[in-house]
């Protein structure tokens, strides 16, 4: 699972790495936050068609997805995105049942927090209903986990351990490095980082970030340029079990 791909520079380096980084460890199935992928807010039909021409399999999103109103044109058909599921009464879905080869099924799921976020439906709740649902089709079930405190992320990986296959953290766009199996067999890490120039702040032109705070007056923010890398997880699961057998972080 990839961390949020931010922009152009984020596009370029996925374009770039991703074919040997699938080599490399062996990947069965690749999932990517896209939700800034479009010039750092949003993402159109366009940019999302060149991610899975890239190498990518399927994408989460986030509070981001309706920036770009090219969404509404394509979110309701394309099965391979998916937006927050507690976001109430709106297009697109909260989850799918993808495949993997001919014989096993992977189940993905994206929920929003709410502490420093918008006010949306109860994640927990969200979570649990829908889970029950996958788990009638599949074992082997992914929770991208968009939120922004670190205390409802691991509140979140609790709550689902022995659930869920693998709960990520997206949105801060900063790895963490608390990567770890949980006691009932969930793969768990609190953010897996930001896809995109490494000399930023969260992705953002650093000078524009430093005007803001150092003068309080309004900026447009600008995707900042440079060097890239791909932060992300590579987590093995147990088809059979649902349970995760190894996770590590991947920074390169």
Request: proline share 4%.
């Amino acid at each position: 699972m990839i961390g949020d791909i931010v922009g152009r520079p984020g596009r370029t380096v996925i374009h770039e790495k991703l074919s040997f980084l699938k080599r490399k460890y062996e990947i069965d199935f690749t999932i990517a936050n896209g939700e800034n992928a479009a010039g750092g807010n949003g993402i159109t039909e366009k940019v999302a068609q060149d991610l899975f021409i890239s190498g990518i399999d399927f994408m989460t999103t986030g509070n981001h997805i309706w920036d770009n109103k090219d969404v509404f044109n394509f979110i309701d058909s394309e099965e391979r995105i998916i937006r927050p599921a507690n976001y109430p009464a709106s297009p697109g879905k909260g989850y799918q049942i993808a495949r993997i080869g001919q014989n096993c099924k992977i189940g993905i799921l994206n929920i929003s927090g709410r502490t420093f976020m918008p006010p949306l439906d109860c994640p927990f709740r969200t979570a649990d209903k829908i889970i029950n649902e996958i788990a009638k089709e599949t074992k082997i079930i992914v929770v991208d986990f968009h939120a922004e405190a670190t205390s409802e992320k691991i509140a979140m990986g609790w709550y689902l351990d022995g659930r869920a296959s693998l709960v990520v953290g997206t949105h801060t766009h900063v790895q963490t490095a608390d990567e770890r199996i949980l006691e009932n067999g969930t793969a768990y890490i609190t953010d897996i980082g930001m896809t995109g120039p490494i000399n930023s702040v969260i992705g953002v032109e650093k000078d524009k970030v430093l005007y803001k705070f150092l003068t309080q007056m309004p900026v447009r923010f600008e995707v900042a340029g440079g060097p890239s890398e791909i932060n992300g997880v590579v987590a093995d699961i147990d088809k059979n079990t649902g349970r995760a057998l190894r996770i590590q972080r991947i920074k390169e």
